[in-house]
């Protein structure tokens, strides 16, 4: 198994492009997230997703949109680049039981640099 | 805003001594997750705790919840400098299906 992948692993942007990012996961996990990490800052969650076709926003949405077409793809949208948005991005997996999200799987991260 | 804080930010110990990593919570909780995460890579599941357990062990790991105080503990005996990592606890609350991530304690084991 793979787990979690992303990609692109690097991107340089400049500020107003617009760019995709694709997490892929073969976990048949149910729970995919969309996380940034900035120094100091921990992870602050941008958008998660509890299944197929349904996605929610977390602490710090805006300026992202996301989507779930398919069970094993989340895929995280910058619509018009600025520089507050240059940091690393982390997508993660769970397999819930009950309802509750338990461990996360996490893919390796995405820099993203945005001029 | 985020549910956990860790402290300290940053731990410098020598290699064999024991790392104490303490995390503090602010909502109730149904668990509490503790993650690794070596430099320029993701994160790495650990350990959880769920909120009606007091003290969890795996190998060299040992973590204490204490939900009257809203604070978990993570100890890392004998350590190693492959231990040289961040540490991050998150947690999951009652009323939501996500968990939250404090900003981290650095560990660095000097050989």
């Known amino acids: 198994n793979a787990g979690v992948t992303q990609t692109p692993k690097f991107r340089v942007l400049k500020t107003g492009q617009s760019m995709t990012l694709l997490c892929a996961q073969d976990m048949n996990h149910e729970y995919m997230y969309w996380y940034r990490q900035d120094p100091g800052m921990g992870l602050r969650l941008i958008h998660y997703?509890?299944?197929?076709?349904?996605?929610a926003k977390g602490e710090v949405p805006d300026g992202y949109n996301v989507s779930r077409l398919k069970k094993q793809n989340f895929l995280l949208g910058l619509e018009s680049a600025a520089p507050s948005q240059t940091s690393v991005y982390f997508c993660?997996?769970?397999?819930?039981?009950?309802?509750?999200?338990?461990?996360?799987?996490f893919g390796p991260g995405t820099r993203l640099t945005v001029t | 805003s985020q549910q956990g804080e860790e402290d300290p930010q940053a731990l410098s110990i020598q290699e064999g001594e024991n790392a104490t990593m303490n995390c503090s919570y602010k909502?109730?909780?149904?668990?509490l997750q503790w993650y690794r995460q070596n430099s320029g890579r993701g994160l790495v599941h650990l350990i959880l705790i769920r909120s009606n357990e007091r003290e969890k062990h795996s190998g060299r790991l040992r973590v204490t919840l204490d939900t009257s105080k809203k604070s978990s503990s993570l100890l890392i005996t004998a350590s190693r400098a492959a231990d040289t990592a961040s540490y991050f606890c998150a947690t999951e609350e009652t009323s939501y299906d996500k968990v939250i991530f404090g900003p981290g304690t650095s560990l660095s084991v000097i050989p």
């Open positions: 909502t109730s909780i149904n668990n």
């Open positions: 993660a997996s769970s397999n819930p039981t009950s309802g509750r999200a338990l461990e996360q799987y």
């Open positions: 997703s509890v299944g197929e076709g349904t996605t």
